[in-house]
T-cell receptor, first 113, second 111 residues
Framework: NAGVMQNPRHLVRRRGQEARLRCSPM?????VYWYRQLPEEGLKFMVY????????ESGMPKERFSAEFPKEGPSILRIQQVVRGDSAAYFC???????????FGPGTRLLVL | QKEVEQNSGPLSVPEGAIASLNCTYS??????FFWYRQYSGKSPELIMF????GDKEDGRFTAQLNKASQYVSLLIRDSQPSDSATYLC???????????FGSGTRLLVRP
């Protein structure tokens, strides 16, 4: 039973480029969460999605960041026009319907040059 | 006041000892509480969760919850060097499924 999958594991972008981070939840899980961890800091909630719906995006920066979880395929976290401050580890977690426990993927480490 | 407070540590204990990790939270609406372990450069790994006041045991781990005091703790018995990691406390806010993470306590178990 594969766990939460994220790719790429490492991503390097230059300032102004776009970053696309992908997350495939565990089999049978319909809820996806994105968290960001800045260097030497704790995890911060960004967004909670179910298939084709954004449930809670209270942690998303107002500009440049967007997320989706289409009916088919992985969840995508998209960062437009990246800046150096976006450099962080981005973790995706998933949970099954009706359960609270969140299982984390290995993360994508984004480095903005 | 931070939403979730943890002593950053490092908490240093000898191998075989009990490690006690503490966490306080500010949102009285929090209903469930999760403990994750995170090794350096890795992703959080679920240890256990607790919903009700009192103790909950799972192997060498015991979670303790006191909602009146807004306090949750994790005890690790017979600590091993492999337990050396950062331990994250994460209450779930009742109105949402999102977790609010503390900054974590770094545990160091000395051989």
């Amino acid at each position: 039973n594969a766990g939460v999958m994220q790719n790429p594991r490492h991503l390097v972008r230059r300032r102004g480029q776009e970053a696309r981070l992908r997350c495939s939840p565990m089999k049978g899980h319909s809820h996806v969460y994105w968290y960001r961890q800045l260097p030497e800091e704790g995890l911060k909630f960004m967004v909670y999605l179910q298939k084709e719906n954004i449930i809670d995006e209270s942690g998303m920066p107002k500009e440049r960041f967007s997320a989706e979880f289409p009916k088919e395929g992985p969840s995508i976290l998209r960062i437009q026009q990246v800046v150096r401050g976006d450099s962080a580890a981005y973790f995706c977690a998933s949970s099954p319907l009706g359960e609270e426990t969140q299982y984390f993927g290995p993360g994508t480490r984004l480095l903005v040059l | 006041q931070k939403e979730v407070e943890q002593n950053s540590g490092p908490l240093s204990v000898p191998e075989g000892a009990i490690a006690s990790l503490n966490c306080t939270y500010s949102d009285r609406g929090s209903q469930s509480f999760f403990w994750y372990r995170q090794y350096s450069g890795k992703s959080p790994e679920l240890i256990m969760f607790i919903y009700s006041n009192g103790d909950k045991e799972d192997g060498r781990f015991t979670a303790q919850l006191n909602k009146a005091s807004q306090y949750v703790s994790l005890l690790i018995r017979d600590s091993q060097p492999s337990d050396s990691a950062t331990y994250l406390c994460a209450p779930r806010v009742d109105s949402s499924y999102k977790l609010i993470f503390g900054s974590g306590t770094r545990l160091l178990v000395r051989p």
